[in-house]
């Protein structure tokens, strides 16, 4: 692509990870897991753990927190000839419909068995390949509220296929932050995993802090298939941002958010947006604008969240500092360590 800049390419986001530093499973206990500290304004890289955080959080930091619940979001279900189906609910269309991706064949019309007396009917296949779905239970139409209540009886969390596994029940607790309060995420805000009970309590008496909700969703995480990412079009997510976080946000000087989540909800809300979806996709033509700071795992190769790192760091850097990383044997993704950019 040569009339394309070079951070703007795809093939800009690759990078060669070794399989076994992919985290398979959390670090017990979470403050073992390591931490790379980056120093913008310096160029310093420190290797240190997360028993060490806060040491390295600015006194008078605005720590942004997202404080999403992941849903029990994935079903297991079969056709009425018996073949298996996986769905990943994403999120309520109207009282009575919700969108969701399935894994297997299926057509408008179609009845899937989820077990129980529970069973849904494809309403609508997208042109984004995304389904339409109504819940029954029973034959009776269920409303979103129901169907989170079957969710917690059917589902199974949804972590990342990535990790080739099945979930267990430690997934249960693992894959759920200690931040974790609105329910309506598909996915973990990752970087917020990194926090046990004790560091969350240390956390919220020390330092200055908001919360805000982003409902992670499978946009978050897909990589990115237009040869220029300019062209990606966000999957939308629910965002919202409480009014008693408004003043804080509002005149924080220095501002440091836990995740790529907590950050883009933080910089919806400061562009005006706050009556819209999130699809903000941060990159180096649409830098990070109002956070200073950046708490965050080590993300997929051409993932929209690489590319969000690139954007505060730069390009050649953020790829020197995961070459760093892979070299220091950093575990990567979800369940694996972080980095915190100052």
Request: aromatic share 8%.
């Amino acid at each position: 692509m040569p009339n394309v800049p070079k951070e703007f390419q795809r093939a800009s986001y690759r990078y060669d990870l070794p399989q076994h530093l992919i985290a398979t499973h959390p670090i017990s206990p979470k403050e073992n897991a390591k931490l790379m500290v980056y120093e913008r304004a310096s160029g310093r890289i420190t290797h240190a753990t997360f028993k060490e955080v806060f040491s390295f959080f600015p006194r008078d930091a605005l720590v942004v927190l997202n404080d999403t619940k992941v849903m029990k979001a994935r079903l297991c279900a079969h056709t009425p000839t018996k073949r298996p189906v996986e769905i990943l609910l994403h999120h309520a269309m109207s009282p009575t419909s919700c969108l969701a991706q399935i894994r297997g064949k299926v057509r408008p019309g179609l009845t899937l068995e989820l077990g129980q007396g529970y069973s849904c009917e494809v309403l609508e296949v997208r042109k984004d390949g995304l389904r339409v779905l109504t819940f029954r239970h029973e034959g009776g139409v269920l409303e979103w509220a129901k169907v989170l209540a079957m969710l917690e009886l059917l589902g199974h969390m949804p972590i990342p296929p990535y990790l080739k596994r099945l979930d267990t029940n430690a997934d249960i607790q693992d894959y759920q932050s200690v931040f974790a309060k609105n329910l309506g995420a598909i996915a973990a805000p990752t970087a917020s995993l990194h926090f046990s009970q004790s560091a969350k309590e240390h956390l919220l008496q020390n330092f200055k802090h908001a919360f805000v909700t982003l409902h992670v969703g499978a946009g978050t995480f897909l990589s990115v298939q237009s040869e220029d990412i300019r062209d990606h079009p966000m999957h939308a997510e629910f965002v919202e941002v409480p009014p008693q976080s408004w003043q804080a946000l509002d005149n924080a000087k220095y501002i440091l958010c836990v995740g790529t989540t907590a950050l883009r909800a933080l910089e919806h809300y400061k562009r005006g947006l706050s009556h819209e979806p999130c699809t903000l996709f941060l990159h180096p033509g649409n830098p990070v604008k109002h956070a200073s700071a950046l708490l965050t795992n080590f993300h997929l190769p051409e993932s929209t969240l690489i590319m969000l790192v690139a954007s505060m760091v730069g390009l050649e850097k953020c790829l020197e500092l995961y070459k760093v990383a892979i070299e220091h044997r950093y575990r990567f993704y979800s369940y694996g360590d972080g980095m915190l950019i100052l």
